[in-house]
């Protein structure tokens, strides 16, 4: 194992500061029968795979579909982005480096109803001040003239300039060597087998032998549930596999802006002379071996904006889990056990939320006081969102808790 070496290793590389949101919203409630019998929907559920555990976990995030429950989640969900990425400038001036350095993106519909449907969504949030711009199809040509080029006409858009992308895999092997010239250790090619928690301390059993500490942190994406069931803890994730093509050219500038396709949940990313495209969502347990129907719908999308990478090969394709929780909201902090904290079930928004999600756990176990100016409380492992009563989840498999 070593350093961005799974989900962060391909992803889309996008930072949705003022985008994200809840991936359960009321449009997966009002457009699932339509994407039942659309070819190109932008999910798959395998309900073989899935097994009957994540069943009760779906049924459970459809839950949350509703506008009630949509808009109690994006509430604390878009604060804590925002300031992620106010972290995240803070290691960029510690380093000396842009770790993220392209801005703004581009998100495109390709039907009127779509995007009416976005922006009726948004009408909803004005209490949470979010930097949008509507565009219509002209509107979406003029910030990005190179739509003119493509094979199909945008029906409207929303420009976020706050929002950033980069390559992840690079920016943590930067934060790697910084932490490293800093004093960390790291323990890279070992695995942690199980977490044996204690009143006082926590030990780690991997792979070389048992080390003790007083603070044991999960932060292993849908590994998690494993180390976490492990020392006693069962956590509402499910695995969700996410795929990506890497093209070894670009015809957008790393300038900006980046796109997201929002009618195939598609975003392309260039990265300096390179082209991320990333998305879909696969609900197939913990496999995580790449399927070439959904590498297919990633092309089709690539070919209708940039057509000129119609018959592109790409030079790398990419499958990874994303570890979902029902409500979309991570789980940060104690659990159970206050030796064991969580840092995990960050879904699509693993990059977006990893510096300030990292800043909340580090302060509730360190002794330099609060430094967020958010509220943490909708993270925490409660009973409401926790274990309790929770059914059995597929366990993961060894090469996933590395």
């Not at 739509?147 to 934060?175: H, M, N, T, V």
């Not at 059995?392 to 060894?398: K, R, Y």
């Amino acid at each position: 194992m070593y350093c961005a070496g799974q989900a962060s290793h391909a992803n889309g590389g996008q930072i949705s500061a003022e985008s994200g949101a809840p991936w359960m919203s009321p449009v997966i409630r009002r457009e699932f029968p339509r994407w039942l019998f659309d070819r190109h929907r932008p999910f798959s559920l395998d309900l073989f795979r899935m097994g009957s555990g994540a069943i009760l976990w779906l049924g459970s995030s459809l839950r949350n579909t509703s506008r009630r429950r949509y808009l109690a989640n994006h509430g604390p969900l878009h604060a804590l982005t925002r300031y992620s990425l106010g972290v995240w400038k803070e290691y960029e001036t510690d380093l000396g480096s842009a770790l993220i350095p392209g801005s703004g993106v581009l998100y495109l519909y390709r039907t009127r109803r779509e995007w009416e449907g976005a922006r009726e969504l948004l009408s909803w949030e004005g209490d949470l001040s979010i930097q949008v711009e509507a565009l219509d199809p002209d509107g979406c040509i003029k910030r990005m003239p190179h739509l003119q080029y493509a094979s199909i006409a945008p029906a409207g858009g929303f420009w976020y300039p706050d929002d950033r992308f980069g390559d992840c895999e690079a920016a943590c092997r930067k934060l790697l060597d910084h932490v490293v010239r800093n004093g960390a250790r790291m323990h890279l090619g070992d695995m942690v087998r199980s977490i044996e928690p204690g009143p006082e301390s926590a030990t780690l059993v991997t792979g070389r032998g048992r080390y003790r500490a007083g603070r044991v942190v999960i932060a292993a994406g849908v590994g998690s549930v494993a180390l976490a069931r492990s020392a006693g803890i069962r956590l509402p994730i499910y695995p969700v596999k996410g795929y990506t093509r890497t093209y070894s050219a670009s015809p957008l500038s790393c300038d900006g802006p980046a796109l997201a396709d929002q009618s195939r949940k598609v975003v392309l990313t260039p990265l300096g002379n390179r082209l991320r495209a990333a998305g879909l969502a696969e609900f197939a347990g913990f496999d995580d071996q790449l399927d070439d129907r959904f590498l297919r719908r990633i092309q089709d999308s690539v070919s209708d904006w940039l057509p000129e990478l119609r018959h592109a090969s790409s030079e790398l394709d990419w499958a990874c889990l994303r570890a979902m929780t029902p409500d979309g909201l991570p789980i940060l902090g104690a659990a159970q056990a206050g030796t064991v904290i969580l840092n995990v079930g960050h879904g699509p928004l693993g990059w977006t939320l990893a510096a300030g999600s990292a800043r909340i756990v580090a302060d509730g176990i360190g002794s330099h006081g609060n430094r967020c100016d958010i509220d943490p409380s909708p993270f925490r492992f409660t009973q409401q969102r926790g274990s309790v009563g929770w059914p059995g989840i597929l366990p993961a498999s060894p090469g996933i808790t590395r």
